[in-house]
């Protein structure tokens, strides 16, 4: 089982590209179903139990943002996401080296501000390329169950930036349940269908639930 042992489904399925791509969009699917039926309203409660609210699609300016907020969702956002949690997942270097770079974006801009993020995107990769021959071989192939839900965790987290009026992110913290969730889905179809797989699923999934949560906002305010 892929949660219990990741390590075990690191190979891609031998599976045509067609079949590849049909196996991507029905894990979207099943994924977006799992978010709404189960583990979506239970995140959702429990952010409402912590007094947060998901400050990422406001309403009152959603038609003047609705395009780049769709470009950054469906195409910036899994790039840069895919690139900095998972395409290191099948371990080189070169890899872990472009990841820095988006991680650094993502992460230590937001905690250490663009002083912060310019040192971060300048040191990552020069430190990586000290990295000693097989170490990171060695350490995917010892801890890669760690390692993968140490980035499936930073991927959640990240998402936190989307609530406000919280009183505390260890209190909140249960409402990235769903980003937790579809982190490990798009780990899976990282490691069994590739990378390319994954960054179209995710782009996949976000416009699924753009338009979800843009027709339910329309229709709050005609009914």
């Known amino acids: 089982m892929f949660l219990r042992d990741p390590g075990a489904h690191n190979t891609p399925l031998p599976l045509s590209g067609s079949e590849r791509l049909r196996l991507a969009l029905f894990t979207v699917v099943a ?15 429990m952010a409402g139990l912590a007094g947060a609210t998901d400050d990422e699609l406001r309403w009152e300016d959603t038609e003047r943002r609705s395009f780049g ?7 910036f956002a899994p790039l840069l996401e895919e690139t900095a949690f998972r395409l290191w997942l099948v371990p080189s270097v ?7 770079v988006p991680l650094a974006l993502l992460l230590g801009g937001a905690a250490f501000g663009w002083r912060g993020l310019l ?11 000290y990295v000693p021959p097989g170490w990171l071989d060695r350490v995917m192939r010892e801890k890669f169950r760690l390692v993968l839900y140490g980035s499936t965790a930073a991927f959640a987290v990240l998402h936190l930036a989307n609530f406000e009026n919280a009183g505390s992110w260890l209190v909140v913290l249960p409402a990235v349940l769903p980003q937790f969730t579809v982190g490990l889905v798009l780990a899976y179809l990282r490691l069994r269908l590739g990378f390319w797989h994954g960054v179209l699923a995710h782009g996949a999934y976000n416009a699924f639930a753009l338009a979800l949560a843009w027709s339910a906002m329309e229709a709050a305010t005609l009914g």
Do not use: E, Q
């Open 31 to 45: 994924t977006l179903g799992l978010m709404i039926f189960a583990v979506g309203p239970v995140a959702d409660r």
């Open 69 to 75: 907020v769709a470009v950054s969702a469906v195409v």
């Open 119 to 129: 040192l971060c995107m300048l040191l990552a990769p020069i430190a990586l390329s």
């Open 94 to 100: 070169a890899r872990l080296m472009l990841a820095s």
